[in-house]
């Protein structure tokens, strides 16, 4: 088997998309941070850059872990954790 027919195989599992979209969106969040501090201060770049992380990491999760979503986009933005009760 090929090496990219063994990654393939490996993505079909949704705990591999997971772990790679998580990468994806982390990587996204460090890259945005320098263009983004030429133009803030260092502390302001980094709200920013992770702010553009966190939605990166939405859209990829909603749109590659969890396809079969039907909740509308903005609703599934809005959503809080809720918190168990024992």
Same mark, same amino acid.
């Given at each position: ?17 997971? &772990? $790679?979209?998580?990468?994806? +969106? %982390? =990587?996204?969040?460090?890259? *945005?941070?320098?263009p983004?501090? &030429? $133009?803030?201060?260092?502390? +302001? %770049? =980094?709200?920013?850059?992770? *702010? ?10 909603? +749109? ?10 903005a ?12």
């Amino acid at each position: 088997m090929s090496t990219a027919s063994l990654a393939r195989r490996a993505l079909d599992r949704p705990e591999a998309r997971f &772990l $790679v979209a998580g990468g994806i +969106a %982390a =990587l996204v969040n460090w890259l *945005a941070r320098f263009p983004v501090e &030429l $133009v803030l201060p260092y502390f +302001a %770049a =980094l709200l920013v850059a992770t *702010a553009v992380g966190m939605t990166c990491g939405f859209l990829l999760y909603r +749109a590659w872990v969890f396809p079969g979503s039907t909740r509308p986009l903005a609703s599934s933005a809005r959503s809080r954790s809720v918190a168990c009760t024992v």
